[in-house]
């Protein structure tokens, strides 16, 4: 004997962050509109191309695949870059609907990058100009469900792309050094 039931609807959300500090973290902004914070990085290469960034208490592993004479161990350093975008864009995303008070049950974030290296790092590969190396596309696609509807989960991920700090890093020239250590 077989009974029937109505189907039941679960909804669960993604692991909420503190609406009160991110209010009060705002508002700190607003009310000093040019503060800066600085983030601190310590590479060490361990050989061939293999580093080890130390980011205050975690590490982060680059290498090259074998094809560019790497270990293949970890990630390359253009896809560690696409991943810093992915994560700035879910903090964004995740802040923006947590303001708005939207709860997510479903964030994935999709990153493609065009890059190229015929220069081979300046080791005498094709003669390059800086605007023609590095990433010359970006393609992000945004997996996201939440108690809105779809145009209000896209404009919070359009708010969260607009105010980005990594995408606007990338698509902004910006102020960059590099000289040797005293």
């Not at 190229?116 to 100009?129: C, I, Y």
């Not at 190396?133 to 108690?147: A, H, P, S, T």
């Not at 404009?155 to 910006?174: D, K």
């Amino acid at each position: 004997m077989t009974t029937a039931s109505t189907p039941e609807t679960v909804t669960t959300h993604l692991r909420p962050i503190d609406r009160e500090g991110l209010l009060g973290f705002a508002e700190k902004g607003r009310n000093n509109p040019g503060a800066r914070g600085t983030n601190k990085v310590h590479t060490v290469t361990e050989g061939q191309y293999r580093t080890i960034s130390h980011v205050n208490e975690h590490e982060v592993i680059v290498d090259e695949p074998l094809h560019l004479f790497g270990q293949d161990t970890a990630p390359a350093p253009g896809e560690i870059v696409l991943s810093g975008l992915g994560g700035c864009l879910a903090v964004g995303i995740t802040a923006v609907a947590t303001w708005k008070q939207v709860k997510l049950s479903r964030l994935e974030i999709f990153l493609e990058g065009d890059i190229g290296n015929p220069a081979a790092w300046g080791a005498g590969g094709a003669e390059k100009q800086p605007p023609e190396m590095g990433f010359q596309e970006i393609r992000v696609k945004v997996v996201i469900d939440g108690d809105a509807s779809r145009e209000e989960l896209d404009e919070i991920v359009q708010h969260a792309n607009f105010y980005s700090p990594v995408a606007n890093t990338m698509r902004n020239p910006i102020a960059f050094s590099i000289s040797l250590m005293d």
